[in-house]
């Protein structure tokens, strides 16, 4: 039966490594007939040029091209072209309310004077993302936090084991905890981009810097630790598993 392995990564040289095992892999086979049907594609994707990039946000806040330029060099020079770093940037931009829609004109507006005064949103991917969270409504941000501690796969069963912790934490006045709540956030950050759902119950991560950014938002060291011991507990408490 054929094989397709498909793999992809930011590390270029971890890719070459790992490019180059697998072809030795392939000459070392046994079989040599089988050798021999082993193809391997190399494709390095490059990141987005500022061109590109005037062409997506042109399209993106209904405007023209040059009328974007400015935003596309900022976005270009902060995020170096990846388009998933780039998106998250205007996700952040929007939340902050530095970019806004124009009702009148049916376009979308925003002030690059505002954006480059806000440090946050020249700083590394990570604290982008992690500032994202944070501007969510506290229910969420705070079920993505607990979500983090199991990993980059996240199960509505196991979150809602641990709602004691997030009994504890700070909500907003029209929030409150239930199991229906739990599942509302989980369904919340999917439509945000930050979960995909992948079964009735399951979900994961959208993207591993998502995963980091919201896991290092919990306190460190002994807090976390202990953090950890406390949903442990409350697992092993529980008869199903």
């Known amino acids: 039966e ?27 086979n046994k079989t040599q007939q089988l050798a021999s049907n082993v193809k391997i594609h190399k494709m390095w ?17 209904h ?10 060099e900022f ?6 072209g990846n388009l998933f770093y780039a998106i998250q940037l205007l996700e952040q931009m929007h939340a902050m309310n530095h970019i806004t829609y124009d009702f009148a004109h049916g376009r979308w507006n925003y002030s690059l004077m505002d954006i480059k005064e806000h440090a946050s949103l020249s700083q590394d991917i990570g604290a982008v993302v992690a ?21 980059t796969v996240v199960d509505e069963h196991l979150v809602e084991l641990c709602k004691p912790l997030l009994d504890e934490s700070t909500l907003a006045a029209n ?19 930050l979960l995909i759902r ?34 442990a507990s409350l697992l092993m408490k529980c008869e199903e598993l």
């Open 2 to 28: 054929p094989l397709i392995l498909l793999s992809s990564g930011q590390d270029k040289d971890h890719l070459s490594e790992w490019i180059d095992t697998l072809e030795e892999a392939a000459q070392a």
């Open 45 to 61: 994707l490059e990141g987005l040029t500022v061109e590109t990039l005037k062409d997506f946000l042109g399209r993106t806040l």
């Open 63 to 72: 405007q023209e091209s040059t009328q974007v330029s400015d935003l596309a």
């Open 75 to 80: 976005i270009q020079f902060c995020t170096q």
């Open 131 to 151: 500032s994202r969270i944070q501007y969510l409504r506290s229910a969420l941000s705070e079920v993505l936090k607990l979500s983090s501690c199991f990993g």
């Open 175 to 193: 929030e409150s905890w239930s199991p229906e709540s739990i599942l509302a956030c989980l369904q919340e950050a999917c439509e945000e981009q």
């Open 198 to 231: 992948t079964s009735e119950t399951r979900f994961r991560f959208a993207h591993e810097e998502i995963y980091r950014a919201a896991y290092n938002l919990l306190p460190e060291g002994q807090q976390r630790q202990a953090y950890h011991w406390r949903i």
